[in-house]
């Protein structure tokens, strides 16, 4: 047997697995790299996070990757050649974590890789007849991070998804369920990425088919983009300085919120193809507010982050009923946001991070490839969010060896 299948077998019936998992999300900031110690999987999923670490992209990096993000066009040649150089750039990465951290690669068991999403093109945004399916791709390739890392890493999860029937995304319910359900209370765990999204929990031991995920809508992609094109030096607005000092517009608000995908049904998937610069200039257009200040648009663009949250609640559970809420993802650190949110989601009897649960809120979404990665290797494929997300059960992840 080849020994790198052997050594798969081998960590598939091992009590306990540690893994690294990798995320790189829309807001472009970085790449979060997390190192998970999981004992046995499924609903019995133990789970430490021993290290974490966001290691952040340089200009050079974040400008490679803008060349095709969310493009229609791009040069062919160049995609081809950041795929690989993506993942290279990662593979050195995870290295210089675990000399930090003085682990040696052989101690960890998995690599468990998002990639970077370039273009996200659910059927019911690319509307092309020709193509009657739904699409997503993440730059990263696998074997070049299991060749340069030494380590069997898992990429490529949302394919799976896609082939079972799914859109791609969000793929949180998988590894909410298993690592953050209670016995004791419903859960809405809210992550405000640069695409806003959230995860239905019911109480641990209760039908697990009832648990889903879904975008929202706009979290921080408009803002952060709206800060970079006015404020040079700026990645974002820390703390939601420059949003405190404005104040929401409402015939703003009501045109940006007009766009279908806030009525469409749950759940549904969307990005910055959609929500970028061209659908505030339109709404801008629209509401006659070409001239509104900077302080203002993002006040503005706060509100509709948390209306879109609160919409697709309302669409969930009714418009007087609310989960706990739970937050990760760079939104969770606005306390402008935040507060938004907590006047949209008046009925929720808690509203807290996910520290309060034992998952840094920075960590969280790669904390969850490496559970899917966990469950991929030793698990079985199970049937979490069947009935509103409409996929059948999965094992995400594709395996790439070093040798």
Same mark, same amino acid.
């Given at each position: 047997?080849?020994?790198?299948?052997?050594?798969?077998?081998?960590?598939?019936?091992?009590?306990?697995?540690?893994?690294?998992?990798?995320?790189?999300?829309?807001?472009?900031? &970085?790449?979060?790299v997390?190192?998970?110690r999981?004992?046995?999987?499924?609903?019995?999923?133990?789970?430490?996070?021993?290290?974490?670490?966001?290691?952040?992209?340089?200009?050079?990096?974040?400008?490679?990757?803008?060349?095709?993000?969310?493009?229609?066009?791009? +040069?062919?040649?160049?995609?081809?050649?950041?795929?690989?150089?993506?993942?290279?750039?990662?593979?050195?990465?995870?290295?210089?974590?675990?000399s930090?951290?003085?682990?040696?690669?052989?101690?960890?068991?998995?690599l468990?890789?998002h990639?970077?999403?370039?273009?996200?093109?659910?059927?019911?945004?690319?509307?092309?007849?020709?193509?009657?399916?739904?699409?997503?791709?993440?730059?990263?390739?696998?074997?070049?991070?299991?060749?340069?890392?030494?380590?069997?890493?898992?990429?490529?999860?949302?394919?799976?998804?896609?082939?079972?029937?799914?859109?791609?995304?969000?793929?949180?319910?998988?590894?909410?369920?298993?690592?953050?359900? +209670?016995?004791?209370?419903?859960?809405?765990?809210?992550?405000?990425?640069?695409?806003?999204?959230?995860?239905?929990?019911?109480?641990?031991?209760?039908?697990?088919?009832?648990?889903?995920?879904?975008?929202?809508?706009?979290?921080?992609?408009?803002?952060?983009?709206? /800060?970079?094109?006015?404020?040079?030096?700026?990645?974002?607005?820390?703390?939601?300085?420059?949003?405190?000092?404005?104040?929401?517009?409402?015939?703003?608000l009501?045109?940006?919120l007009?766009?279908?995908?806030?009525?469409?049904?749950?759940?549904?998937?969307t990005?910055?193809?959609?929500? &970028?610069?061209?659908?505030?200039?339109?709404?801008?257009?629209?509401?006659?507010t070409? @001239?509104?200040?900077?302080?203002?648009?993002?006040?503005?663009?706060?509100?509709?982050?948390?209306? &879109?949250?609160?919409?697709?609640?309302?669409?969930?559970?009714?418009?007087? +009923?609310?989960?706990?809420?739970?937050?990760?993802?760079?939104?969770?650190?606005?306390?402008?946001?935040?507060?938004?949110?907590?006047?949209?989601? =008046?009925?929720?009897?808690?509203?807290?991070?996910?520290? /309060?649960?034992?998952?840094?809120?920075?960590?969280?979404?790669?904390?969850?490839?490496? /559970?899917?990665?966990?469950?991929?290797?030793?698990?079985? =494929? /199970?049937?979490?969010?069947a &009935?509103?997300?409409?996929?059948?059960?999965?094992?995400?992840g594709k395996?790439?060896? =070093? @040798?």
């Amino acid at each position: 047997m080849n020994q790198h299948l052997a050594r798969l077998a081998a960590l598939a019936q091992q009590p306990s697995r540690r893994v690294i998992g990798l995320m790189s999300g829309t807001s472009l900031d &970085g790449l979060d790299v997390a190192l998970c110690r999981f004992t046995g999987h499924g609903p019995g999923l133990g789970f430490a996070l021993e290290h974490f670490a966001t290691v952040p992209y340089d200009e050079d990096t974040k400008h490679r990757i803008r060349q095709v993000f969310a493009r229609e066009q791009v +040069s062919l040649e160049y995609l081809t050649l950041l795929n690989p150089w993506l993942a290279e750039l990662h593979a050195r990465i995870v290295l210089e974590c675990l000399s930090e951290w003085q682990i040696e690669p052989a101690d960890v068991d998995l690599l468990a890789s998002h990639g970077q999403t370039v273009f996200h093109a659910p059927r019911h945004q690319h509307q092309r007849p020709d193509f009657d399916l739904n699409a997503t791709l993440q730059l990263g390739d696998g074997d070049h991070l299991a060749v340069r890392t030494g380590l069997i890493t898992l990429s490529d999860f949302r394919q799976k998804h896609l082939a079972g029937g799914g859109e791609g995304a969000p793929l949180a319910a998988y590894g909410d369920y298993l690592l953050l359900s +209670s016995p004791d209370e419903e859960r809405l765990l809210l992550n405000l990425g640069g695409i806003a999204n959230f995860t239905y929990l019911p109480r641990a031991g209760h039908d697990a088919s009832a648990a889903f995920s879904t975008d929202t809508g706009p979290g921080n992609t408009l803002l952060d983009g709206l /800060v970079r094109q006015h404020r040079p030096g700026l990645a974002y607005d820390e703390d939601g300085r420059l949003a405190a000092a404005g104040r929401a517009h409402d015939g703003l608000l009501t045109a940006l919120l007009a766009h279908p995908f806030f009525r469409a049904p749950l759940p549904k998937t969307t990005g910055p193809e959609l929500f &970028g610069s061209a659908y505030l200039t339109a709404a801008q257009a629209t509401s006659g507010t070409e @001239g509104l200040g900077l302080e203002d648009l993002l006040a503005t663009l706060v509100e509709l982050s948390a209306r &879109g949250v609160a919409q697709a609640v309302g669409l969930a559970f009714g418009e007087n +009923s609310c989960p706990a809420v739970y937050l990760s993802g760079g939104g969770a650190h606005n306390p402008i946001l935040a507060a938004a949110l907590r006047r949209q989601l =008046p009925t929720a009897p808690s509203f807290a991070t996910t520290a /309060v649960l034992g998952v840094a809120p920075d960590a969280k979404e790669a904390v969850l490839f490496a /559970v899917l990665a966990n469950e991929a290797v030793a698990g079985q =494929p /199970v049937s979490i969010g069947a &009935g509103r997300q409409r996929v059948p059960a999965v094992g995400l992840g594709k395996i790439s060896l =070093p @040798g």
